[in-house]
């Protein structure tokens, strides 16, 4: 990794952390830029380099993780819903601080969308009918709100007990007839 890449990494991870700690403070709403670049050490500059608006700085984080576990995944058979939603279960896990901050936000919206434009472009709907399109959007907020009820208790089960009881409450015929699951 070349040195300006490991810089702007670096400007990336102190804009994350300080928005994190000012939200333990007080209000997504209330919190400016030049709070958080002042605590992050950077300029508005090195921020707007970055970012357009302040909740880019989560979303980014995460599409940037969605990234990375894409590259460690890759060439990674998948043999069935479980192995998919296992992979989720760990990016939950793995990023909670920054899902939390999402909710804490207002923005699980992005969440959400992220998610469903991920299942469209990795498993598109075999069945272009409207109850294709709207079975995806239940599976997804059902998952979420799993997902959300996990971060809210602490996460006291591992990823892959998560990830068995997501399975079991999923009708996987029905789910099946909607997805196309890559060979």
Request: glycine share 4%; with cysteine.
């Amino acid at each position: 990794m070349d040195k300006q890449n490991e810089v702007n990494l670096l400007t990336k991870e102190c804009i994350l952390t300080a928005l994190l700690r000012l939200m333990d403070e007080k209000p997504y709403n209330s919190i400016s830029i030049t709070d958080i670049t002042s605590l992050a050490g950077v300029s508005r500059m090195a921020y707007y380099r970055n970012y357009n608006k302040k909740e880019d700085i989560l979303i980014k984080h995460l599409e940037d993780a969605e990234k990375r576990i894409i590259e460690k995944y890759n060439g990674t058979k998948v043999e069935s819903i479980k192995d998919i939603i296992y992979y989720v279960s760990n990016f939950i896990q793995d990023n909670s601080g920054v899902i939390k901050a999402i909710y804490s936000a207002g923005l699980m919206h992005k969440l959400t969308d992220m998610l469903n434009k991920r299942i469209y472009s990795y498993f598109p709907v075999s069945h272009q009918s409207a109850e294709g399109k709207y079975a995806v959007r239940f599976y997804v907020g059902a998952i979420l709100s799993v997902y959300r009820y996990w971060i809210d208790t602490g996460m006291e089960e591992p990823a892959e007990t998560v990830t068995d009881i997501v399975c079991k409450l999923i009708d996987k015929d029905s789910a099946i007839d909607f997805l196309v699951i890559p060979e």
